[in-house]
């Protein structure tokens, strides 16, 4: 195989300044998760589904960069989306089903 078939299969990953940034955030994120827990807000009726969106949105991140999902195939991004969808829905679903039982 010869250097420009090599680079035609190259597959592009994040810099180092992008994994920086990427850890920068995800550190912003959870320093902002334990500072919320500490506050009044944590009585809120807000309080839990904010905690996770922003688990999900971490989820995301780290999915998109340090697993390389952002820089794969389509087919492999909606093998992986698409069931996650799936079973997002149906957590869901049962987490309502079910807070209707509790005494």
């Avoid at 688990?55 to 991004?77: C, E, G, N, P, R």
């Amino acid at each position: 195989m010869t250097d420009h078939q090599h680079a035609d299969h190259a597959h592009e990953h994040p810099t180092w300044t992008q994994y920086k940034w990427v850890a920068i955030v995800l550190t912003v994120i959870t320093a902002f998760e334990v500072w919320i827990y500490y506050t009044p807000f944590k009585d809120s009726p807000f309080f839990v589904p904010l905690l996770l969106i922003l688990s999900a949105v971490k989820f995301a991140i780290v999915v998109l960069f340090y697993m390389h999902l952002k820089y794969d195939h389509k087919l492999f991004k909606a093998l992986f989306t698409g069931p996650l969808i799936i079973a997002m829905c149906t957590i869901t679903a049962l987490l309502f089903l079910f807070s209707k039982l509790k005494a």
